[in-house]
């Protein structure tokens, strides 16, 4: 895996435990399970280099989009669905682009 994938992916590791860490505060547990399973998946990504780990990213991603936007409906209308939506996708998008080209290398 290139220096720059592994860069991205230490830092979305460290975003992700950071959300993780204010969804427990805030007591979304639904949103902390999701989102424990996606830091597995990175970690797979990252450490094992496997491709099930970012396939486990992106199912965990369409999981937290759904619960996000149920959430947070009531309150925000469909804006919830927008910043659903961008906070769900932004990992893994980045990541598919970051190691597009490496994809055949992955186990």
Known sequence: MKKASKIWLWV???LCVCTTGLNLSEGRWLSVGIAVVSIIGLCTL???QRKAGFIVMCVCAVGSFIVGSVQNFAELGAVSILMSLIGSALVPVITGL???SQWSELK
Do not use: P
Request: overall charge positive; glycine content about 12%.
């Open 12 to 14: 979305a590791l460290v």
């Open 46 to 48: 990252l450490f094992g």
């Open 98 to 100: 970051f190691i597009r």
